[in-house]
């Protein structure tokens, strides 16, 4: 019988945040189990497989797992070693831990609490150690993509066209993410087309949509939708971009980058993604220097080179982000921690 899992998760949206189509992709293997947490987005959602609140109910909250957890025999946290709200409310079961955003991490006492960690790029372990966590409690699992649903297909007809599909959800995360690069860059081609894609909730890009007129871009479009074909959205463009600034405040492997190499597209980032050695060794794409001209320059080298790079593109993806890899490796981590596992007592 698969363990029954108890998912702590503060994403739900399966199309459009990464860390909630991980968790989903693991419930459909592990069915016996539940998704809950707290999350802005909505008031409450209540079923037999999804218990989430607004933060404001969070006390409903945690009377409701005090009472339902013991129905199950894991805890698995999907977010950051920051996740104090999570990790101060588990009690009696084993606990996992997958590293999958950056946070500033809790009192050494709450990790303890955790059997084993996940993270889902290389550098994630020396970060961990980092933190004094042993290395024989760390395990990197990378993140899955849905091979079938994003396919390699034939470029889109010219112009070139970047994508941009890694929007914060406040305007505070613009400079992190590299957007005033990203339109210098744009400034310095305007030969190329540029989609930015903006998740339809928070600041919705009005900052991004007033520095795009002030600069007089016409060769940039941002788009606010939910975009439920994103496949499509990336066969539309040549090239994705996560050109992020810093590694605090962003995901360290970003789904849009993942996506966008199962669909045979390069990729191009900055070396505070996670992922950028993975896909440099890879050679799926580049890593430029966090500039406007840095990322025009790159940009250039993948138009002249877009057949090799978008064959190693889809070959990275089918050798580390397939579904199969993901869902054996979490398979094996289960049943290595039940097994150690007290079998009796509180934790």
Not at 164 to 183: H, K, N, V, Y
Not at 213 to 241: F, K, P, S
Not at 259 to 271: H, K, Q
Not at 299 to 310: A, F, K, P, V
Request: glycine share 6%; proline share 8%; hydrophobic share 40%.
């Amino acid at each position: 019988m698969p363990p029954r899992v108890a998912y702590w998760t503060s994403a739900f949206e399966t199309d459009m945040e990464a860390v909630a189509f991980e968790v989903a992709a693991l419930r459909r293997h592990f069915p016996g189990g539940i998704a809950w947490g707290i999350t802005a987005r909505n008031w409450a959602r209540v079923s037999r497989r999804e218990l989430s609140f607004h933060p404001r109910l969070h006390l409903v909250f945690r009377l409701l797992v005090r009472l339902l957890e013991p129905a199950f025999q894991l805890n698995h946290v999907f977010g950051s070693v920051g996740d104090w709200f999570y990790l101060q409310g588990m009690r009696r079961r084993p606990t996992v831990l997958t590293a999958a955003t950056w946070s500033r991490p809790v009192q050494p006492e709450l990790l303890e609490r955790v059997d084993r960690f996940v993270v889902e790029y290389p550098g994630g372990k020396d970060y961990l150690a980092s933190l004094g966590i042993a290395p024989e409690k760390v395990r990197l699992i990378f993140p899955p993509v849905d091979l079938r649903r994003f396919t390699n297909t034939p470029p889109p007809p010219e112009p070139f066209t970047v994508l941009f599909a890694s929007s914060p959800d406040t305007e505070s995360g613009l400079e992190d993410r590299g957007i005033p690069q990203l339109l210098d860059a744009a400034a310095l081609r305007p030969q190329f087309r540029f989609r930015l894609l903006w998740r339809p909730w928070g600041d919705r890009g009005a900052r991004v949509r007033q520095w795009i007129q002030e600069r007089e871009l016409r060769n940039v479009e941002l788009v606010v939708a939910e975009c439920g074909d994103m496949a499509e959205q990336y066969r539309q463009a040549h090239v994705t971009i996560a050109p992020f600034m810093t590694q605090t405040t962003t995901k360290p492997a970003p789904n849009s980058l993942i996506e966008s190499l199962a669909c045979g597209r390069p990729v191009v980032t900055t070396d505070s993604v996670g992922l950028a050695e993975v896909i440099e060794g890879g050679s799926a794409g580049r890593v430029c220097s966090p500039t406007g001209q840095g990322i025009a320059e790159e940009l250039d080298r993948l138009q002249r080179e877009w057949d090799r790079y978008s064959s190693r593109a889809r070959q990275l993806a089918e050798q580390r982000f397939g579904m199969n890899q993901f869902v054996e490796g979490y398979t094996r981590l289960y049943e290595e921690v039940l097994t150690s596992a007290p079998k009796t007592g509180n934790r």
